[in-house]
């Protein structure tokens, strides 16, 4: 059964199946022994964030997907293609690649733009429309190779329009992909700021070799049970849609923030809701995920009511000894995540970092009578980087809902673009 996958789209426009514009998964000639430029599936970006890196290797058998430049990869097995890895080849280093199995691969015909077909692609209509056709068990689920050859019906101007229309997205890709870049910017500075400020303090102090690096010759190096009064873990409680409170699990947790996206709910007694109900400043762990996610920390930056999940730990901090703020930002920065990942022990498909691994993590700790006035000192400029870093996600929020609702006006013929406008503009 055919699925349009733009009914509102004018009526000028031919509606075609998409393997009318691409070839799927061309095979391109290849000779056994030979090294080619190779992508597995982490080498594409989320988000629609290009290719990342390359690798190379050397064809010993048939299955891998074979591409050329401007052709689109299309990542099929769960959760990629929800997660935007879609990604047109360009700045490969050979004439021909290869890559993951997991890739349907999209080679445009001579009546498509490339860069249009990949616009296409992208585009919420399309790859919506293609996840829910997903098929196999869960956690394995993926798109049927019929999808794009026969399933799905599209708009196809003709190539003059699919170039103007690619270049409108283009310039708003650019516009994301600069407000994305002044942000990564400003993470890079607060981590340099984070590194500076853990290592030598605010006080000018000489230094001294500690097993955690140099720190400031006043400090001390203490575990963190040695800072930490109980480690508190969170509900383990059927979940809802709806509720009475929200519930924050290990998505919450971001980048040593608390984000309240995605958020489920429960419905608590009185007792337990003032027993786990968070706090400004609560700082959270995360105990279990994949080893990339695993032990990341959120500091709990609002009063709105919430409870937290199994899945995380709550620090309490004894704050006679160290500042909420300083811990969370603390155990947050670079070098104390590289510290508390070694302490990951593996699990069936995640790991986990446990409240006794946790607290023998060793921590630079401004002590003495100043020893909390600086620690708050340090918090505060490292409070002032994030919010820095926070002021880009509304700017590129906003630029993603722009291309999102643009793309489908073009792609519908509900606003169109002169391609004439666009000649004139490369004769002159």
């Known amino acids: 059964m055919q699925h349009d996958c733009f009914p509102d789209a004018v009526g000028e426009w031919p509606k075609t199946p998409i393997s009318a514009l691409a070839e799927q998964n061309p095979r391109y000639p290849v000779k056994k022994g030979i090294e080619y430029p190779f992508l597995e599936m982490a080498a594409v970006g989320e988000n629609f964030g290009g290719i990342l890196k390359w690798d190379s290797r050397r064809l010993e058998g048939s299955g891998l997907a074979r591409f050329k430049l401007d052709d689109t990869l299309f990542a099929k097995i769960t ?17 021909t690649g290869l890559g993951s199995t997991e890739f349907i691969v999209l080679s445009p015909r001579e009546e498509a733009d490339p860069r249009f077909l990949f616009h296409l ?56 992909d600069r407000a994305r870049e002044a942000a990564s910017q400003a993470s890079e500075l607060k981590r340099a700021i984070a590194q500076k400020l853990f290592s030598t303090g605010t006080r000018g102090e000489p230094q001294r070799k500690t097993p955690v690096g140099y720190i400031p010759k006043s ?123 070694r302490f990951a022990t593996p699990g069936v498909q995640q790991v986990n970092i446990n409240a006794k691994n946790l607290g023998k993590v060793l921590i630079p700790i401004p002590v003495g009578k100043t020893g909390l006035d600086e ?54």
């Open 375 to 428: 620690q708050r000192e340090i918090a505060a400029l490292l409070e002032a980087a994030d919010e820095r870093v926070r002021s880009h996600a509304p700017v590129i929020a906003a630029l993603e809902e722009l291309k999102k609702s643009l793309t489908h006006d073009l792609l519908t013929g509900r606003v169109r673009v002169d391609p004439t406008l666009f000649k004139q503009e490369v004769a002159a």
């Open 121 to 176: 692609l992208c585009s919420h209509d399309v790859r919506g429309r293609a996840t829910a056709r997903m098929e196999g068990s869960t956690g394995r689920q993926r798109i049927p190779e019929d999808v794009f050859d026969r399933r799905l019906l599209v708009p196809k101007p003709n190539v003059d329009e699919q170039s103007a229309i690619a270049r409108v997205l283009d310039a708003v890709d650019a516009a994301v």
């Open 79 to 95: 959760p990629c293609p929800e997660n935007g890895k879609i990604a047109m080849v360009s700045g490969m280093p050979g004439e």
């Open 219 to 341: 400090w001390e190096v203490r575990p963190v049970s040695g800072v930490v009064t109980n480690f508190e873990y969170g509900l383990s409680l059927p979940m809802h849609l709806k509720g009475h409170t929200p519930i924050l699990r290990m998505g919450n947790i971001q980048r040593g923030d608390v984000v309240m996206d995605g958020l489920k709910y429960v419905t608590l007694p009185q007792a337990l809701l003032d027993r786990y109900l968070l706090k400004r400043g609560d700082v959270l762990f995360n105990r279990t995920n994949s080893q990339e996610w695993v032990g990341k920390v959120g500091i709990y930056r609002t009063d709105d009511p919430a409870v937290f999940a199994s899945y995380l730990i709550r620090l309490h901090a004894d704050t006679e000894l160290v500042d909420n703020y300083y811990l969370g930002q603390l155990l947050s920065s670079h070098d104390a995540q590289c510290r508390i990942k």
